[in-house]
């Protein structure tokens, strides 16, 4: 389901290139839940999919300027919130990683009957994680952007739920997790701790198709997730290229273009799908890596 607007046609985007490129609010389907996102519309066949982190939202400024990078080069750009986020329906769930990743497998399939080819998909943080996990499932996607994920999910749960969270969570059955505010945010269980605790993210990693293209980009001064994270991923997915940002934070504060442009690059110099055969668009290879 989609709020339409006009979107320029091909035409109308050759005689005047500084078209202003629509935005349409757009509903996908997923597990019975809607999702809610925004199609960047450039009047494209190819679509990038972007997807938010931990707690996070199709609104977070990451998310935003890569799909504003996207339309600059007239590659439609699809932001959304997973469930439990956001504006889309469902409750919040800590762990979920592989419904998050059933979330873009449906966002996916959902384009693809409207005709859009979804050329790459990238992640953010949490989102980095999804998108490996759906890359490891599928093989309909061939250019993946991995942006601070976390590749050691054990790690950063302390921070979160404190020291002695396994036993606190084994006595109660769950832990609710507040701001420096102390405002509750969520509740965690048993249950979805487990569910992270249990993510393979290494087996994850080996069971990506060599054919698939994967990219990590990691700050040096992520405090969130350490970098060192990130030549993990290097250590175990086939077909991979690591960028280290240096002096960049885990939301690329001050270092947003710098981000824009790696992944923009990465993509750019991407494959394309035709007939079973993986052809480098002669339109889209511009890139620096």
Known sequence: MAVNRP?????????????VIRQRRVIVNSNGEKLVGILHDTGSKELVIVCHGL???K?????????????????????????????SEGSFRYGNYYR??????????????????????????????????????????HTVVNISGRFDLERGIEGRLGK???QRIKQDGFIDVKNKRGKFEYR????????????????????????????TVHGTMDKIVPVEDAFEFNK????????????ADHEYTWHQDEL????LDFIKAGFRQDHGVFRERDDFVKSRL
């Open 7 to 19: 979107s320029p046609t091909q035409k109308e985007r050759a005689s005047n290139p500084d078209i």
């Open 55 to 57: 707690q996070s939202s």
């Open 59 to 87: 609104e977070r400024i990451p998310m935003v300027n890569l799909a504003a990078a996207l339309e600059k080069e007239r590659i439609s750009a699809f932001r959304f919130d997973f469930s439990g986020n956001g504006e």
């Open 100 to 141: 998050e990743a059933n979330d873009l497998r449906d966002v996916v399939q959902h384009f693809r009957g409207e005709n859009l080819a979804t050329i790459a998909i990238v992640g953010h943080s949490k989102g980095g994680n999804v998108v490996v996990l759906y890359a490891a499932k599928h093989n309909d996607v």
């Open 164 to 166: 002695d969270f396994l």
């Open 188 to 215: 965690v269980t048993e249950e979805s701790l487990t569910d992270r605790l249990t993510t393979d993210t290494r087996g994850a990693c080996k069971s990506i198709d060599p054919n698939c293209r994967v990219l």
């Open 236 to 247: 175990f997915i086939p077909n991979h290229k690591l960028r280290i940002v240096e002096g």
């Open 260 to 263: 824009a442009s790696i992944v």
